[in-house]
């Protein structure tokens, strides 16, 4: 027995070592403790209360657009897969009509019409994804990013048919071989489980920005919402913004300006 | 009792092994997907529930629908369903076993399914599906079992029992109300954001249900010696001809709400399922099939010259069968999806190896029915009579 269980506890530490396995198993044991201990390990870490974004159009053309998606899909290995009802992606562009249903309007600007706006994961506060996840391999952090536990995802798509944003990618095959180039440092999916963006959780450890925001030119603003005098929030202050589908209730962390 | 299931004729052995190539038609399709991932399938990032959910919705009635049988049955004495109780509560079987099948076969990690038992997560409406599910299920083999043993004895069922029947009874609407509930509590799907899906899931499925016992009760008429017994068959026509009216009523209703209302999400699912959008019109056919059958199912059944016939009726509870599953094993699910959260058209269709793994859980199904029926029928063909003092068997 007690070889077994030092191999529990071993095959626990080591996937939390690779990846976020860990978390969850953490998460049981000692609730809130996971995020405490890695936190403290890094006294780089950033840490806020409600991380959030604003994503400024007006300076936001499309090639920096495309950087930043390359950014992100890249360090994060997300495969390249052409088949539009196969693919997988984080952070994309969508026109106006397709990102804000319902907002579009018959004599509006063409000019935003037609601009293609950069979309992700809006970590809600009140994410659907979560509600509905079977298995908590969706959870959401204090912190307000929606994670994926992608070692305890059961591949029901149930989040999928919850998130009102399209925000969630399923691996309908292994995804490795369309991963062009690896990244070591960041784990690869298996084939049949959901996958989005994480706000890059693994890069705020570190003190990093998400890398979307690192590209951006500073189109991207990231900060935490909850701080009166955050940068994100000085930004909020001075522009009329919009989120998307904030009719349903999911309260998106993430504010356009347009 | 169950060696009476492997005593049977030809013609008995010929089904057997009949459902048993499809069966492993299906197993091998399986494999196929197990090995390669669920992109075998006609599912996309935008419909990501397809053919496998379908006839889980389905199903989940037509197993809940045992209890339009049970209920007059047990509750109201009404002795007319002594002969078929049982083989509503046999439906239920099977049809709860190919649930949780269909569920199976959609999973994208399916060794992982026990993660559901392991991180118990009450917030999820899935969760409980199981728990309803799985209870339904042993409910439902106990009685059957049961009181078909107590039949064969010759002896009244035990009181014991009694509780549990009652049990059962109850137990049946909340397989299809958590069901429901797992739609239609989603923000943005307006397809399926509906305080009625729970009341139209349970309308059809008390439409669909008798029609396929009625479906049953004629098969077994001709082939075996068992009879339903045509009062029994009649009344069953009658609850499948309200509940078929209350079905189209309730999808009338949110027709009007849709188009009445001008909403446009609202409006688009149903545009799209009936006349397509943007050219995109897959499942147009299925729709009007679906319309079609009704429209000649509907008077049959409640016009009493045309139900009484026997070819006639026989025909209406195929259609209504046929219908139904067109209406909620595939365009409830997909209709939930397209158009997709941008409002755009990306469309299904399920690909041939979804399409063989489907027909092989439902070989195991039919597999799992025609046991427990050849079982349920020798006992009945032993015993002649039933507890009323009724014949349960022609007369040669
Ligand atoms: S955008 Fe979708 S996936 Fe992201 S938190 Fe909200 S509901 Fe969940
Ligand atoms: S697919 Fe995975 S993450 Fe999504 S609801 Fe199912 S178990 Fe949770």
């Known amino acids: 027995m007690s070889t077994s269980r030092r191999q529990f506890l071993k095959m626990i530490g080591a996937s939390a070592v690779i990846g976020l396995g860990g978390i969850s198993a953490f998460e049981i044991l000692q609730p809130g403790q996971f995020e405490a ?95 509905v996840c079977p298995t908590k391999a969706t959870f959401k952090r204090a912190d307000g990013i929606v994670m994926m536990d992608m070692h305890r995802c059961i591949g029901c798509r149930f989040c999928m048919a919850a998130c009102p944003f399209g925000a969630r990618s399923f691996n309908w095959r292994n995804p490795r071989p369309f991963i062009k180039e690896e990244n070591r440092e960041y784990p690869t999916r298996m084939k049949g489980v959901v996958e989005k963006c994480t706000l890059c959780y693994e890069r705020l450890a570190k003190g990093l920005k998400p890398a979307c925001v690192e590209e951006s030119n500073g189109a991207l603003i990231f900060g935490d919402l909850d701080d009166p005098n955050s940068e994100i929030r000085k930004v909020l202050r001075e522009h009329y913004t919009i989120r998307r589908k904030s009719e349903l209730g999911t309260e998106p962390s993430i504010y356009y300006i347009i | 009792m169950l060696e009476l299931a492997i005593k049977g004729s030809r013609r008995y052995w010929s089904w057997v092994i009949f459902l048993l190539a499809i069966i492993s038609t299906g197993v091998i399709s399986y494999l196929y997907q197990f090995r390669v991932g669920l992109g075998i399938t006609g599912m996309s990032r935008d419909v990501s529930w397809g053919l496998y959910i379908g006839q889980f919705t389905y199903l989940v009635g037509v197993a809940a629908s045992a209890v339009t049988i049970v ?22 079987v099977p049809s709860v076993i190919m649930c949780m099948l269909f569920i199976f076969v959609d999973l994208g990690q399916p060794l992982r399914v026990l993660n559901v038992l392991l991180h118990p997560t009450p917030n999820s409406v899935m969760f409980f599906d199981m728990i309803v599910l799985s209870g339904y299920l042993f409910l439902n083999i106990l009685c059957g079992w049961y009181v078909l043993g107590a039949e064969r004895k010759g002896v009244p069922p035990a009181a ?78 009658k609850t499948a001809a309200y509940f078929l009216i209350a ?150």
């Not at chain 2, 209920?71 to 239920?92: D, M, Q, S, T, W």
């Not at chain 2, 029992?161 to 397989?175: L, R």
């Not at chain 2, 797992?182 to 029609?211: D, E, V």
């Open chain 1, 37 to 131: 201990s890695q936190l403290s390990k890094n006294p780089e870490a950033l840490v806020g209360k409600r991380w959030g974004m604003v994503i400024d159009m007006k300076k936001l053309d499309n090639e920096t657009m495309q950087k930043c998606i390359d950014a992100c899909h890249r360090i994060h290995n997300v495969p390249n897969i052409d088949n539009p009802k196969e693919e997988i992606k984080w952070i994309w562009p969508e026109t106006f009509e397709h990102a804000f249903p319902g907002m579009e309007s018959k004599y509006m600007s063409e000019e935003i019409e037609h601009m293609q706006f950069l979309v992700l994961c809006n970590q809600c506060d009140n994410p659907p994804c979560v509600r």
């Open chain 2, 71 to 92: 209920l007059p049955y047990y509750l109201h004495n009404y002795k007319k369903y002594g002969r078929i109780a049982i083989l509503g509560e046999f439906v239920a």
């Open chain 2, 160 to 237: 014991w029992i009694k509780p549990f029947i009652i049990i059962a009874i109850c137990w049946a609407p909340s397989i299809h109300i958590v069901t429901a509930f797992l739609y239609q509590g989603l923000p943005g799907r307006h397809y399926w954001l509906t305080a009625i899906m729970a009341a139209k899931f349970l309308s059809s499925a008390f439409a669909s249900g008798p029609s396929l016992l009625i479906i049953i009760s004629l098969i077994l008429r001709k082939f075996t010696r068992f009879d339903a017994g045509w009062d029994a068959i009649q009344t069953m026509a």
């Open chain 2, 247 to 396: 079905t189209i009523a309730f999808y009338l209703f949110e027709v009007f709400t849709a188009f009445y209302s001008n909403i446009p999400g609202h409006m688009h699912p149903i545009k799209y399922l009936f006349v397509g959008i943007h050219g995109h019109t897959k499942l147009v056919p299925v729709m009007w099939t679906c319309t079609l059958l009704l429209a000649i199912a509907l008077p049959i059944l409640i016009i009493p010259k045309a139900r009484k016939n026997e070819k006639a009726l026989g025909f209406a509870a195929v259609a209504t069968f046929i219908a139904l599953w067109l209406e909620k094993g595939i365009s409830l699910v997909v209709g939930g999806f397209v158009p997709n959260p941008f409002e755009k058209v990306v469309e299904y269709w399920p690909t041939l190896p979804e399409v063989l793994i489907a027909l092989g859980v439902w070989g195991i199904g039919f597999f799992i029915l025609t046991i427990l029926y050849k079982v349920a029928i020798s006992v009945k063909e032993e015993v002649i009579f039933d507890k009323y003092g009724e014949r349960q068997i022609r007369a040669e």
